[in-house]
Structures are given as structure tokens and as C-alpha cells.
């Protein structure tokens, strides 16, 4: 079955870098167009980034273009977000989640994992 599962969140100061992290299985990723979305407490779910398949292609939210840079390893079945100049704003849940057609439309998602930017 498919899994999704992100790690690497953790509390970071405003400016400050972290690296959440997203290890897929039970299906083909390399073939797989891959997003990272959002939710911040009490707020509803912003789509962050997207990744094509083979990782040439790459999409970013306004809110987060020039400091967010998402990756993918096809041989290790993972994608990654790079978040760079940290704002209190950046503060939610990341999902990773698998595109099923086209990128605001998604159809296995992960647990997501707490990123928390704070003095």
C-alpha cells in the first residue's frame, strides 16, 4: 500500500533553515509528480511546492517562492523541502502528498510533520 511519511520538523528561530523530509513507498515514485502542502493552526491547507517526476520540473507558492527549494532522490524515494528565511508564518504541519493528475489534486498524503518558527 502506499505510505507517505515526513520527518524533520522541529522548532527553528525566525531566519533560521530546516529540512523536512518525505519517504514513500508502494508505488512507482520516480514516475510519481510529488507536493508539499501546508496547514497552519487554525487555518485551512496551502499548497506549497510541486515536483515532477523526474524532478526537472518544480513549482512554488508565492508565499514561499526564493526561500522554499524542493528536491527529490528517485533512488532513495524521497522528496525534500528546503525552507531557508523562516518566518512565524511558516508555522504549520507539512503533508507531503502524491499528485494524482494535476498538482492541487492529490491522492495519498502522509501524517505531516510540525514546523514551529518562534523566538
Known amino acids: 500500500q502506499v505510505q507517505l511519511v515526513e520527518s524533520g520538523g522541529g522548532v527553528v528561530q525566525p531566519a533560521g533553515s530546516l529540512r523536512v523530509s518525505c519517504a514513500a513507498s508502494?508505488?512507482?515514485?520516480?514516475?510519481?509528480?510529488m507536493t508539499w502542502v501546508r496547514q497552519a493552526p487554525g487555518k485551512g491547507l496551502e499548497w506549497v511546492s510541486g515536483i515532477s517526476g523526474g524532478g526537472t520540473s518544480k513549482y512554488y507558492a508565492d508565499s514561499v517562492k526564493g526561500r522554499f527549494t524542493i528536491s527529490r532522490d528517485n533512488a532513495k524515494n524521497t522528496v525534500y523541502l528546503q525552507m531557508d528565511s523562516l518566518k512565524p508564518e511558516d508555522t504549520a504541519v507539512y503533508y507531503c502528498?502524491?499528485?494524482?493528475?494535476?498538482?492541487?489534486?492529490?491522492?495519498?498524503w502522509g501524517k505531516g510533520t510540525l514546523v514551529t518558527v518562534s523566538s
Open positions: 508502494g508505488f512507482t515514485f520516480g514516475a510519481s509528480a
Open positions: 502528498a502524491k499528485v494524482n493528475s494535476r498538482y492541487s489534486d492529490m491522492d495519498y
